[in-house]
T-cell receptor, first 113, second 114 residues
Framework: GQQLNQSPQSMFIQEGEDVSMNCTSS?????WLWYKQDPGEGPVLLIA?????ELTSNGRLTAQFGITRKDSFLNISASIPSDVGIYFC?????????????FGTGTRLKVLA | DSGVTQTPKHLITATGQRVTLRCSPR?????VYWYQQSLDQGLQFLIQ???????AKGNILERFSAQQFPDLHSELNLSSLELGDSALYFC?????????????FGPGTRLLVL
C-alpha cells in the first residue's frame, strides 16, 4: 500500500543546532502537511504545503514541497529543548475514489540542552 | 487547543469487552476522522465521516464501528477487545469532505486492554 517514509527515524541534536528531515513517497502528492506530536498528545499542524516548489515558514520552521511532488522537507533552525517530539509528514491520496490521509513513519527529535 | 474534544482521556478495560470513544469536532467542521496509534507507531487511518455519512474507510477492523450524529459529534465503538487494541485513538476534524484541507486533532483517548 501507499507509504510515506521519513528520514531520519530519530536524531539527537544539541540545542542551537539546525535540524533537517525529509519525507518521501513513491506516488505524487498534491498536498504535504507537517505535524508535531508531543508525548501523550495529539498531532499539531505545523505547516501545510499545496504547490510543488512551495517554501513556507512558521517561525523557526521551514518546509518545502519537492518539485517532483514525491517528497517534502522540514527544517528547524536554532533548535530549543521544546522542539523535542515526533514530527510526522502527511498527505491525502486518492484511493478507490475517495481521499484518505496517510501519515509518515515519523522522525523522533531529541534536543540536548 | 485545537478545538477538538475527546472523551474519555483514559480507558482501561478487559479483553472481550466493548467501549465507546467520543469526539466533538471543531465548531463548523463537518468531517470527522478516526485514527489509531499503537505504541511508538505512526497514525493509522480508520474511518472518516462527513456530515453524518461515512466518507472513507481505512484499516478498520470489523469489530470496530463508528457513526456521526446530527450534531456532528462522532463515536467510535470497539467491541470484542483484544490486547492488541491497546493504543491511542485520535479524532480529527476538518471543514470539508477531504482532499486538500488540513485536519485538527483532538488530545486522544488512551485505551488499555488488560
Amino acid at each position: 500500500g501507499q507509504q510515506l517514509n521519513q528520514s531520519p527515524q530519530s536524531m539527537f541534536i544539541q540545542e542551537g543546532e539546525d535540524v533537517s528531515m525529509n519525507c518521501t513517497s513513491s506516488s505524487i502528492f498534491n498536498t504535504w502537511l507537517w505535524y508535531k506530536q508531543d508525548p501523550g498528545e495529539g498531532p499539531v499542524l505545523l505547516i501545510a504545503l499545496y504547490k510543488a516548489g512551495e517554501l513556507t515558514s512558521n517561525g523557526r520552521l521551514t518546509a518545502q514541497f519537492g518539485i517532483t511532488r514525491k517528497d517534502s522537507f522540514l527544517n528547524i533552525s536554532a533548535s530549543i529543548p521544546s522542539d523535542v517530539g515526533i514530527y510526522f509528514c502527511a498527505g491525502p491520496f486518492l484511493d478507490s475514489g475517495t481521499y484518505k490521509y496517510i501519515f509518515g513513519t515519523g522522525t523522533r527529535l531529541k534536543v540536548l540542552a | 487547543d485545537s478545538g477538538v474534544t475527546q472523551t474519555p482521556k483514559h480507558l482501561i478495560t478487559a479483553t472481550g469487552q466493548r467501549v465507546t470513544l467520543r469526539c466533538s469536532p471543531r465548531s463548523g467542521d463537518l468531517s470527522v476522522y478516526w485514527y489509531q496509534q499503537s505504541l511508538d507507531q505512526g497514525l493509522q487511518f480508520l474511518i472518516q465521516y462527513y456530515n453524518g455519512e461515512e466518507r472513507a474507510k481505512g484499516n478498520i477492523l470489523e469489530r470496530f464501528s463508528a457513526q456521526q450524529f446530527p450534531d456532528l459529534h462522532s463515536e467510535l465503538n470497539l467491541s470484542s477487545l483484544e490486547l492488541g487494541d491497546s493504543a491511542l485513538y485520535f479524532c480529527a476534524s476538518s471543514v470539508l469532505a477531504g482532499g486538500f484541507e488540513t485536519q485538527y486533532f483532538g488530545p486522544g483517548t488512551r485505551l488499555l486492554v488488560l
